[in-house]
C-alpha cells in the first residue's frame, strides 16, 4: 500500500502563494493518480485537483481553476500542489490521497496526515 506525507502548509496573507508537497512511500507511485482534497470544521471534505498516474491529465475544482496548479514528479515519488491568488476561503486542512487509476476514486488508507494552510485577509 503507498503512504503519503504532505508538508509545504503554513500562514500566507491574501494573494499570496504556496506549495505543498505529498511524498509517497510504499508501493510504486505510478501505479496511481494523486488527489488534493481540502477539509474546514463543519464541513466535508471537498475535492481540490487530481491528476493521473503519468501526469497527463489534470482536473480541478471549480474554486481553484485557474489559481492553482497540481503535478508530480514520479522520478522522486512526490506529488505537488502550486496555490497562486490564495483566498480567505481557501484555508483549511489539505490532504494528499492516492487515485485509482480508473474512476480515480481514492484508495483506502492512502490518506496523509494533512497539512494545514491559512490565508489571512
Known amino acids: 500500500q503507498v503512504q503519503l506525507v504532505e508538508s509545504g502548509g503554513g500562514l500566507v496573507q491574501a494573494g499570496g502563494s504556496l506549495r505543498l508537497s505529498c511524498a509517497a512511500s510504499?508501493?510504486?507511485?505510478?501505479?496511481?493518480?494523486l488527489g488534493w482534497f481540502r477539509e474546514v470544521p463543519g464541513k466535508e471534505r471537498e475535492f481540490v485537483a487530481a491528476i493521473s498516474w503519468s501526469g497527463a491529465d489534470t482536473y480541478y475544482a471549480d474554486s481553484v481553476k485557474g489559481r492553482f496548479t497540481i503535478s508530480r514528479d514520479n522520478a522522486k515519488n512526490t506529488g505537488y500542489l502550486q496555490m497562486n491568488s490564495l483566498k480567505a476561503e481557501d484555508t483549511a486542512v489539505y490532504y494528499c490521497?492516492?487515485?485509482?487509476?480508473?474512476?480515480?476514486?481514492?484508495?483506502?488508507?492512502?490518506w496523509g496526515q494533512g497539512t494545514q494552510v491559512t490565508v489571512s485577509s
Open positions: 510504499g508501493q510504486a507511485f505510478t501505479n496511481y493518480g
Open positions: 490521497a492516492a487515485l485509482m487509476r480508473t474512476g480515480w476514486s481514492p484508495v483506502d488508507g492512502s
